[in-house]
């Protein structure tokens, strides 16, 4: 047939897109599992908490001026009072602060969502708490008087607290909840037994928390020094927020870390006296990553003059460590599912050469079964994983895939001596795109070597191929099964 080789192209380019829509409505399926699983996240979040930042110890004052002012009315001499309020803060000296974290799973249906327990133990050091020292009777000022001071900190999600012990010194505090704090809008404020002659003395103070979260945890530096470490027996910790860590260790049983913040590089103590909050350091972090990428791209595209625009922050400088979850069984089939059209490509590109080389005839009808069985593997993914280990699920929905093809193969192809080179090539696939999965940080690596491998391969198999004498070899018929005589 003259143009056989058009027709050809022609069916098997309809095919792919028969076989992409399919392969998208399967995709859809994975990212509607995925985000069920989101879904179980929040709802674990609603009924244990959320992401936990951990803030304070500060100590607050609360004091009354009374203000005299004199007015002249009428040549009369008038004398009027009013009365002010004024919060004294003292911020520690120096913070040294060490938590420990197991993962405790929790389950929403099929979903495994993995929550975090803590136990931290915080020690605080005052030099002196002459910041809390009423303020002096000055001109217009007449009477000062002043509260009890009082010990203030704040947790992100209250809910997840299971103990809380403070102490001055010997003396165990009782902190109580607070809704409108002096130094943070929701919290715990404990009274400290001390007279104004004793806040000319050190302090330190020790708190002592346990309490769940999911997500992140994290820590604000109000200290002038702050020294936090965190071990854990997560093995895929995210460090995020403001400041990374100083020294960190990461093995497959567990990490652990260590910051050393200074106050001279950190802007926690200015965002706490303006009435900043506590946030979720993670999705933070993740926001500044994206409205960076954004700030780039404007600039890149704005004249050489234009500067990037500022804003300040509402939220309570922090860092700490994100619990993420990277190879999720959800995830990984969403992730599986992008790398469809590669192989079933791949897969048509090295039956192609069988026919260019072998002179095998293959109909674009046989092309279409042998694709859908490849896109049925994502699918047999999909469903598998909600119920077995990821890689045994990868394991059985690849090893029926490829048996099913390569005993079709072996009939459309005429044998298995040219169905066998296809089921190894397949098989060879599979293993590469599992080992994509699993590397979260070469996938992009593993990928391009792939295509370069598999290209490089295509070319060396048809350096000597006769491409002008190649319709009449690959012209369809009537006969979907003929193999090329002397074969």
Known sequence: MKFGIVVKALSLAFVIVLLMIGVS??????????GYRQQAVESVRKSLAGSQTIAGVVLTRACTETVESIT??????QVERAERSVTLRALPQSIDMSATSDIEPRYRGLYKVNSFNVVATKRLDWNDLAELQPPRVRESVVAVKCDVPQAEFSISDPRGIRSIKLSLGSVTLKPEAITEGRAFRSGFAARLP???????????????????????????????????????????????????????????D??????????LASTARAGLARGATLCNVARESESDFHAAAVDVAMLERAPASASAPSAGSSCLQAFGVSFIDPINPATLA?????YAFLFIALTFVGIVLLEVMKGARVHPIQYFLIGAALAVFFLLLISLSEHLNFALAYALAAVGCVAVIGVYASAVLGGWSRALPTMIGLGALYGVLFVVLQSEQHALLAGSLLIFASLAAVMLLTRNVEWHSLADRVSPKSRVNTVVDGE
Not at 334 to 338: G, I, P, S, V
């Open 25 to 34: 409505r399967i995709g859809n399926i994975a990212h509607e599992r995925s």
């Open 72 to 77: 002249e009315v009428d040549k009369k001499r």
């Open 194 to 252: 001390l007279d104004d002659q004793a806040l000319a003395n050190r302090a330190q103070m020790t708190l002592e928390i346990t309490l769940v979260g999911t997500e992140s945890l994290a820590f604000v530096p109000l200290a002038n020094e702050n020294a936090i470490g965190v071990k854990s027996s997560w093995p895929h910790p995210s460090f995020v927020g403001a400041f990374l860590p100083t020294e960190r260790t990461v093995q497959p």
């Open 254 to 263: 567990g990490f652990s870390a260590k910051w050393a913040v200074s106050s």
């Open 334 to 338: 969403d992730r599986a599912t992008k």
